[in-house]
């Protein structure tokens, strides 16, 4: 379940449920790396994602004692679903590449 609710005004939020319904599925270690590295959430337990719009992925992270909202932007704006994808993937490699630099 992603509990998405669309932005009407967004583009890519309007057609993003099924890309948040497999990023959720299938990179819940990417979103948990994104929310520590990128969101400033080092503390973060889990990561899923709620939605991704042109700028950004919104991202709800746990910690033992809270539940945040993040959001993570792109490098640049997006304007479709193949965009969200080239988007996502980048800022997993980034999220990771610093949390392998911290290491």
Do not use: F, Q, W
Not at 1 to 25: E, G
Not at 47 to 67: G, K, P, Q, V
Request: proline share 7%; with cysteine.
């Amino acid at each position: 379940m992603t509990n998405h609710t669309p932005n009407p005004k967004d583009p890519v939020s309007r057609n993003a449920a099924p890309a948040i319904a497999h990023l959720n599925a299938d990179h819940a270690d990417a979103l948990l790396d994104m929310a520590r590295a990128l969101g400033g959430c080092p503390e973060a337990t889990s990561a899923r994602c709620l939605d991704a719009d042109t700028t950004a992925l919104t991202l709800e992270a746990n910690t033992s004692t809270d539940t945040l909202t993040l959001r993570i932007p792109y490098a640049e704006p997006i304007t479709d679903a193949a965009g969200l994808r080239k988007a996502t993937v980048k800022l997993a490699h980034r999220a990771r590449a610093m949390l392998d630099a911290e290491r």
